[in-house]
């Protein structure tokens, strides 16, 4: 199983990127998505999931009205719209996938983990 974030660059305060999480050796649509970013000498954070079987989505406060997480079920793909960037979101991104239904907030525990994409916001 290969999972992988694509779709960061450059991109100033206040404008927008999408990411891409595509996977290969499962089906995205079974499974939960979340969605982290780090910071080099800071612990990874959470910015969002998508839960298998209902696509009920969960965000932190942080990017709340800001991010939002989609599925494209026939290209095996989950989205990550991030708009009216700020510089401190800059940070690598990366995505997760757990064969479960997700009930409330961000889980800790992922079963697979991506390579992931930087995002870099200009001030």
């Known amino acids: 199983v290969q999972l992988q974030a694509s779709g960061g660059g450059l991109v100033p305060s206040g404008g927008s990127l999408r990411l891409s999480c595509t996977a290969s050796?499962?089906?995205?649509?079974?499974?939960?998505v979340g969605w982290f970013r780090r910071v080099p000498g800071k612990q990874s954070e959470g910015v969002g999931c998508?839960?298998?079987?209902?696509?009920?989505?969960y965000y932190p406060d942080l990017v709340k009205g800001r991010f939002i997480i989609s599925r494209v079920n026939s290209e095996n793909t989950v989205y990550l719209q991030m708009n009216n960037l700020k510089p401190g979101d800059t940070a690598v991104y990366y995505c997760a996938s757990k064969d479960t239904i997700l009930t409330a907030g961000i889980p800790r525990s992922w079963d697979y983990w991506g390579q992931g994409t930087q995002v870099t916001v200009s001030s």
């Open positions: 998508i839960s298998s079987k209902n696509d009920n989505t």
């Open positions: 050796g499962i089906t995205l649509k079974d499974y939960s």
